[in-house]
C-alpha cells in the first residue's frame, strides 16, 4: 500500500526529461521602454502591422498628423515632445513608451526640441490598407 502510494506521487510530479530546450535562436534587443500609463492595443478585422524605425533630427517635426490605427512607440534616444489635439504637451524622454490611439479625433504632431536626434520605434496596428499617417491642420487651440 504504500509502495503504491509512492508511485502514484512520482508519476504526479512532473518530469524534467519531457521539457525542451531551445537551440539555433537568438535576439537583439531595439529598444525598451517604460509606459507610465495603461496600455491597450485592439484591432477590428485584418490589420497591417508595421514596425518602423523614426528620427527626427533637432529643430524637426512629424508635422500634425493622425492615424487610423493605433501605434505603440518606444523612445529610443532623445527626447520627444508631444503636442496633441487639446494642446495640452507630454515630453517623453529616452526609454519611454506610449500608444498613440487611432482617429482623427487624435491628431497631434511630435517634435525634436533638443541637440541630438529622437529615435523612435514605433509598432503601427492598422486597419488592412491604411496609410501610416493621414496630415492634418493643427487645431484651433494651437493658433491661439
Known amino acids: ?3 503504491a502510494g509512492c508511485l502514484g506521487m512520482i508519476a504526479t510530479v512532473p518530469s524534467a526529461a519531457n521539457a525542451t530546450s ?3 535562436v537568438t535576439g537583439k534587443l531595439l529598444a525598451q ?3 507610465e500609463k ?4 485592439k484591432a477590428k478585422g485584418p490589420s497591417d502591422v508595421v514596425v518602423r524605425t523614426i528620427t527626427i533630427d533637432p ?3 512629424t508635422g500634425w498628423h493622425y492615424h487610423d490605427g493605433q501605434l505603440l512607440v518606444v523612445v529610443k534616444s532623445g527626447t520627444l515632445t508631444r503636442t496633441l489635439h487639446d494642446c495640452s504637451v507630454e515630453v517623453m524622454p529616452a526609454g519611454s513608451a506610449f500608444t498613440e490611439p487611432a482617429g482623427a479625433e487624435h491628431r497631434h504632431i511630435g517634435r525634436n526640441l533638443g541637440t541630438e536626434p529622437v529615435v523612435l520605434f ?3 496596428v492598422l486597419p488592412q ?3 501610416l499617417a493621414e496630415d492634418v491642420d493643427a487645431p484651433s487651440c494651437a493658433s491661439e
Do not use: D, E
Not at 38 to 41: A, E, F, N, V, Y
Open 1 to 3: 500500500m504504500v509502495l
Open 38 to 41: 495603461r496600455l491597450k492595443l
Open 122 to 124: 514605433a509598432t503601427y
Open 129 to 131: 490598407g491604411s496609410r
Open 33 to 35: 521602454g517604460v509606459a
Open 59 to 61: 529643430g524637426g517635426s
Open 22 to 24: 531551445g537551440g539555433g
